[in-house]
């Protein structure tokens, strides 16, 4: 099975700061890597695929890169509704694996 | 657009079994995988089992294999996952999500409580 490891697990941070969440997989997964946004009692949202794609809709302060093993996304000017539970999740191979998250709080 | 609106949960004893549905509207239901994406109270997300568009390739989960079924019914626009043995560490909400290169549209979800 491919693990899913994000860093960090919690952050603080304000509004108006750019924040970057880390994820990395034990095996290589090429571009095969989405993040998503969840809000308490919500199902998560879909932010970003392959990689890098921008979901349709999600502003563009959102940002993914990497590949392999190595994944980031970034927001780059931190609005008051981003604050939230984001995850990572490998689409390479089945079991599909989530990171364990990456709460952002309000600072 | 599709949506995906998740039924048949609630309160179960240990041991017991409950069949949750899936039931979509929108076009083209019947090109896509449906995957069970689970969450327990308080803990990430847990992907669960996956279903294509034909219904000829499943997967599962190692913790829920031989416990957990997965199966569609595309004339009615459905998936369903009939769950059973059921494990206190199997409560948790229950979503159904669409894959199309990542889990692009998901459900409410569906809450399933095992008791003792």
């Known amino acids: 099975d491919i693990q899913m490891t994000q860093s960090p697990s919690s952050v603080s941070a304000s509004v108006g700061d750019r924040v970057t969440i880390t994820c990395r997989s034990s095996?290589?997964?090429?571009?095969?890597l989405a993040w998503y946004q969840q809000k308490p009692g919500k199902a998560p949202d879909l932010l970003i695929y392959a990689a890098f794609r921008l979901q349709t809709g999600v502003p563009s302060r959102f940002s993914g890169s990497g590949s392999g093993t190595d994944f980031s996304l970034t927001i780059s000017s931190l609005q008051p509704e981003d604050f939230a539970t984001y995850y990572c999740q490998q689409a390479k191979s089945y079991p599909r694996t989530f990171g364990q998250g990456t709460k952002l709080e309000i600072k | 657009e599709m949506q995906l609106v998740e039924s048949g949960g609630g309160l179960v004893k240990l041991g017991g079994s409950l069949r949750l549905s899936c039931a979509a509207s929108?076009?083209?239901?019947?090109?896509?995988?449906i995957n069970w994406v689970r969450q327990a109270p308080g803990k990430g997300l847990e992907w669960v089992s996956s279903i294509n568009s034909g219904g000829t390739a499943i997967y599962y989960a190692d913790s829920v294999r031989g416990r957990f079924t997965i199966s569609r019914d595309n004339a009615k626009n459905s998936v369903y996952l009939q769950i059973s043995s059921l494990r206190a560490e199997d409560t948790a909400v229950y979503y159904c999500a669409r894959h199309k290169g990542a889990f692009d549209i998901w459900g409410q979800g569906t809450v399933v409580t095992v008791s003792s």
């Open positions: 929108g076009l083209n239901f019947r090109n896509f995988s």
């Open positions: 095996h290589d997964i090429g571009y095969w």
